[in-house]
């Protein structure tokens, strides 16, 4: 099975940052990615898919790019809110997760 | 809107069994894929199950496959996940969740609020 790993796996950062996570896939899987954010105590929100695509809603300092193995998650501006743990996905034949991206105030 | 709301969740002791559902409404239930996806306390999503809306297809992760069953009424809008053989590190809440959209079958832009599973002797 294709494994996602997602580095880093915790990161610490201020309101106003710029932050990228990165999410590896063990082979080449097109862009069948997804993002999703889990805030603490509450249930998943997809964010991004098909690598690039924003989610109705989402705010535009969220921006998702890759195909192939790599694929990246940005921030570009970090709100108080946006302190959470997020989760790349691949979303065709085999629904798979990353291991998750734990993203803290510092 | 897209409800769905998960129950069955309790405390088992390890070798027993529990059945969870998942109540849909606000949509057609039998036109979409449903998945089961399940979080330990403290640690990441992990994907459990998923069953096609005619049940013709089933997939199980490793980690449950030959413990869990899945299934679903599509007359009673309901979706189930027997739990057997249950184990210590089986404990997590479990959420059913859907697709944004019937082609996409696993992006799951709808998710239950989950039902917790705690298996201890």
């Known amino acids: 099975a294709i494994q996602l790993t997602q580095s880093p796996s915790s990161l610490s950062a201020s309101v106003g940052d710029r932050v990228t996570i990165t999410c590896r896939a063990s082979q080449g899987i097109g862009s069948a990615v997804a993002w999703y954010q889990q805030r603490p105590g509450k249930i998943p929100k997809l964010l991004t898919y098909s690598a690039s695509n924003l989610e109705s809603g989402v705010p535009s300092r969220f921006s998702a790019s890759g195909s192939g193995a790599e694929f990246t998650l940005t921030i570009s501006s970090l709100q108080p809110e946006d302190f959470a743990t997020y989760y790349c996905q691949l979303f065709n034949n085999y629904p798979q997760l990353g291991q998750g991206t734990k993203l803290e105030i510092k | 809107q897209v409800q769905l709301v998960e129950s069955g969740g309790g405390l088992v002791k390890p070798g027993g069994s529990l059945r969870l559902s998942c109540a849909a409404s606000?949509?057609?239930?039998?036109?979409?894929?449903m998945s089961w996806i399940r979080q330990a306390p403290g640690k990441g999503l992990e994907w459990v199950s998923y069953?096609?809306?005619?049940?013709?297809?089933?997939y199980y992760a490793d980690s449950v496959k030959g413990r869990f069953t899945i299934s679903r009424d599509n007359d009673k809008n309901s979706l189930s996940l027997q739990l057997d053989s249950l184990r210590g590190d089986d404990t997590a809440v479990y959420y059913c969740?859907?697709?944004?959209?019937?082609?996409?079958?696993?992006?799951?832009?709808?998710w239950g609020q989950g039902s917790l599973v705690t298996v201890s002797s």
């Open positions: 606000g949509f057609t239930f039998g036109d979409f894929y």
């Open positions: 969740a859907r697709p944004t959209e019937r082609k996409l079958r696993f992006l799951w832009g709808h």
């Open positions: 069953i096609s809306p005619s049940t013709k297809t089933i």
